[in-house]
C-alpha cells in the first residue's frame, strides 16, 4: 500500500542553518505529494506541493523536488529562522486519500 | 473566504460521556475527511464524507465511534463512552474534489478532546 517515512526527529538548528529534512514514499501510481507545517496548539497548514514528476514545489523560501526515480520529497530550506520552529509534515494524495508521514519536529536556536 | 471551521477547540469529557465534533468545510467544498492525532504522533485517517455518504471509513474503530455529514449543516465525529485513550487531536479537513490528486485538502485548527 501507500506509505509515507520521513527522518526522525527532533532536529536542533542554529539560525542561519541549512535545513534538510528527508521524505520518502510508496506509491501505486503516481500521487501527488505535500509539505504542511503544524506551530503548536494549531491545524496543519500547506507549506508547498508538486503534482508531478520533476515539479519542484516553493514557498517562504521552502522547496522541495518531486523525484519519481528516488521516490523522494525532501523539503530543504537554506536558511532557518527561529519562527520555523514547527513541526513539518510529508504527504501524499493519491485518489481521495491523503496519506501522512509521522512528522519531523524543528527547533532553530537564536 | 472561511477556512475550515472546528468546533469545539477544546473539549474535556470524563470517562463513559459522549463526545460530538463539529466541522464545517470551506465554502464550496463537499468532501471532508476527519483524521486523529494522538501525542507525538502523525496524523491517521479515519473517515471520509460526502454530503450524505460515508465514502470511507476504513479508519475508524469499529465500536463507539461515528461520523455523520448531513445536508445541512455540519460533519460530525462522535464518540461514545469515552476511554482515556481516546484523548488525542481530531483534524477535520475539506477538498471540493475526490478524484483528483493535484487538490490539496485544507485543514481546521483541530479539536482538542481529553478524557479525565
Same mark, same amino acid.
Given at each position: ?35 504542511? @507545517? ?43 529562522? @527561529?519562527?520555523?520552529?514547527? @513541526? ?19 527547533? @532553530?536556536?537564536? | ?25 470551506? $465554502? ?15 496524523? $491517521? ?25 448531513? $445536508? ?45
Amino acid at each position: 500500500g501507500n506509505s509515507v517515512t520521513q527522518m526522525e526527529g527532533p532536529v536542533t538548528l542554529s539560525e542561519e542553518a541549512f535545513l534538510t529534512i528527508n521524505c520518502t514514499y510508496t506509491a501505486t501510481g503516481y500521487p501527488s505529494l505535500f509539505w504542511y @507545517v503544524q506551530y503548536p496548539g494549531e491545524g496543519l497548514q500547506l507549506l508547498l506541493k508538486a503534482t508531478k514528476a520533476d515539479d519542484k514545489g516553493s514557498n517562504k523560501g521552502f522547496e522541495a523536488t518531486y523525484r519519481k526515480e528516488t521516490t523522494s520529497f525532501h523539503l530543504e530550506k537554506g536558511s532557518v529562522q @527561529v519562527s520555523d520552529s514547527a @513541526v513539518y509534515f510529508c504527504a501524499l494524495r493519491w485518489g481521495f486519500k491523503t496519506i501522512f508521514g509521522a512528522g519531523t519536529r524543528l527547533f @532553530v536556536k537564536a | 473566504n472561511a477556512g475550515v471551521m472546528q468546533n469545539p477547540r477544546h473539549l474535556v469529557r470524563r470517562r463513559g460521556q459522549e463526545a460530538r465534533l463539529r466541522c464545517s468545510p470551506m $465554502k464550496g467544498h463537499s468532501h471532508v475527511y476527519w483524521y486523529r492525532q494522538l501525542p507525538e504522533e502523525g496524523l $491517521k485517517f479515519m473517515v471520509y464524507l460526502q454530503k450524505e455518504n460515508i465514502i470511507d471509513e476504513s479508519g475508524m474503530p469499529k465500536e463507539r465511534f461515528s461520523a455523520e455529514f448531513p $445536508k445541512e449543516g455540519p460533519s460530525i465525529l462522535r464518540i461514545q463512552q469515552v476511554v482515556r485513550g481516546d484523548s488525542a487531536a481530531y483534524f477535520c479537513a475539506s477538498s471540493p474534489l475526490d478524484t483528483d490528486s493535484g487538490n490539496t485538502i485544507y485543514f481546521g485548527e483541530g479539536s482538542w478532546l481529553t478524557v479525565v
